[in-house]
Nanobody, 127 residues
Framework: QVQLEESGGGLVQAGDSLRLSCAASGLTFSSYAMGWFRQAPGREREFVAAISWSGGNTLYAESVKGRFTISRENAKNTVYLQMNSLKLEDTAVYYC????????????????????WGQGTQVTVSS
């Protein structure tokens, strides 16, 4: 059974940093591209960042580029999202997702292409 478990969310002030983690089990992690998405109240789920299974290719939403960094440790079956200079508009539930990939450079931004999803972790940024 595949499980993706996010952690690291919380309540922080604007300008602070957080690091989210997503631990995967039940799948060959190194064969999956990974992504982070978020959903704020009343809004649709949106793409945040993605990383290829090799870790060699990454992609970011314009709204987080330069502030967020996605990374992965295949030996630990874990993907991370380092979030710096947090803004009020970053408040959302953050989800990690996994998509099977046959290329070490593929990254995916469409949520409906992902095979597995975590339950999400809440990030709240206050002023």
């Amino acid at each position: 059974q595949v499980q993706l478990e996010e952690s690291g969310g919380g309540l922080v002030q604007a300008g602070d940093s957080l690091r989210l983690s997503c631990a995967a089990s039940g799948l060959t992690f190194s064969s999956y591209a990974m992504g982070w998405f978020r959903q704020a109240p009343g809004r649709e789920r949106e793409f945040v960042a993605a990383i290829s299974w090799s870790g060699g290719n990454t992609l970011y939403a314009e709204s987080v580029k330069g502030r967020f960094t996605i990374s992965r440790e295949n030996a630990k079956n874990t993907v991370y999202l380092q979030m710096n200079s947090l803004k009020l508009e970053d408040t959302a539930v953050y989800y990690c997702a996994a998509e099977r990939s046959w290329s070490g450079v593929d990254v995916f931004i469409q949520s409906d292409g992902y095979d597995y999803w975590g339950q999400g972790t809440q990030v709240t940024v206050s002023s």
